[in-house]
């Protein structure tokens, strides 16, 4: 699966963003998708994820309650929705797809946001 991933550039705190990753593939063909994003100097750590059968979501707990992650099955695309973003909410945000019974995770191209304070 190629992913193709959109939407970061720079924002003021307190404002919102929206992140798009275009799959090569049909959901049909996906288990599981998300986001991550790393820091400079951090690890990579789980923004949201999101089962595309079930629709089941989880996020990380400090965006809990600001981002929501969506799914549009016909368009083979994730959105990551970020409201009242903070500074910290400043990395590179990376998309990825689970393909269980393949056991292959593909990623996509980071997409950098910047969160001006």
């Known amino acids: 699966v190629q992913l193709q991933a959109s939407g970061g550039g720079l924002v003021q705190a307190g404002g919102s963003l929206r992140l798009s990753c275009a799959a090569s593939r049909s959901f049909s063909a996906i288990d599981d998708t998300g986001w991550y994003r790393q820091a400079p100097d951090n690890e990579r750590e789980l923004v949201a994820r999101i089962n595309t059968h079930s629709g089941t979501t989880d996020y990380g707990d400090s965006v809990k309650g600001r981002f929501t992650i969506s799914r549009d099955g016909d368009k083979y695309t994730v959105y990551l929705q970020m409201n009242r973003v903070k500074p910290e909410d400043t990395a590179a945000y990376y998309c990825?797809?689970?393909?269980?019974?393949?056991?292959?995770?593909?990623w996509g191209q980071g997409t950098l946001v910047t969160v001006s304070s």
């Open positions: 990825y797809a689970d393909q269980i019974q393949n056991n292959v995770r593909s």
